[in-house]
């Protein structure tokens, strides 16, 4: 049983651990047009 | 479409959640290899999800190289619409000549013959028609990145099934081995997307990943051909499974795969979004006045 819940459990610490990557891309991106956006002004 | 996303997102939540309860209570205990067989649900859809999104990679490199110029464009075009045709001709001509019926392996169907060539002929003209050449570069990144994510949960969920199964972690066999060159195909895809910054990066990535792909049928039909040490498909190849694990499997694949489609949703949008950003950026640098040397 340990096996099993040990695959289930990393099966879902890649995908969370990947979604994590996403959403701090999107995060830097945002930043990124927050500085541009200070520029302009 | 931007308030359908949390919408599908809680939907693709419940459904994992209920593929998940049917993988570990319904579907009926393996009688030789016990309870941890049902790592078999999450490592066999993970594995097809992978292949699918790789495919899809293909295809969009495929279109990414191709429709440059619009001469191999269309050449690309009516070979599509030949490889359709051909295949259906082919299963005709093979179901009338009965030496050439009874030649074919047991496996193949003339029905898989008559439509391997239409879906992907039709999954390439349906790519091409929703996606612009930018559109399909960056649907080529997003496929790899998470068919990536999804191949590493096969090469993770795959030995922590055979320890307690065949006693080893690892065994250097060709279906193990052809997945670990798949992983590292698309990894190094991935590493030159993300280091090089010269202007031919998607052209050069595109035929990486086109070879890459290359690799996916022999690792699907290396159990097929080769002695492995690796079980044999459970569907087709003469596999049998129980219908009630049949379904549960079946289940936790379609869960997968609208997973794998609000993922790749999400990071085709960033991917879009970043490019809008560098090319503002670009063009912000272009206008800044410069300094005149004197």
Redesign the interface.
Known sequence: MNFLYTAYAATWAIHIGYLVTVALRYRNLKREIDDMSQKDR | MKKAFPILALLTAVFLSYA?YLALEVAPREQTMG??Q??FY??VP?AWTAFLLFFINFLASIQYLVRRTPSTDKVANWLLITVAVLSCVAAAIIGMVPSLKSALPADVRLSSIATTGPIIAGLYFLVRKLFSLEGVDALAITTA??GV?FC??VL??GP??A??VWGIWWTWDIRLTSTLVLWLIYVSYLVLRRFSSSGQTPVLAAALAVFGALDVPLVYFSIWIFRTQHPQPVIGGGGSIDPRMLHVLLINWLAFLC?AGL?CW??YR?EM??RQ?EE??AL?ALLEPRSVPR
């Open positions: 998940l309870d941890v049902r790592i999450y490592h993970s990145e998470v994510a590493t949960v993770v969920t922590l099934w320890r307690p997973f993922v999400s990071r960033l979004f970043k950003v503002t950026q912000e």
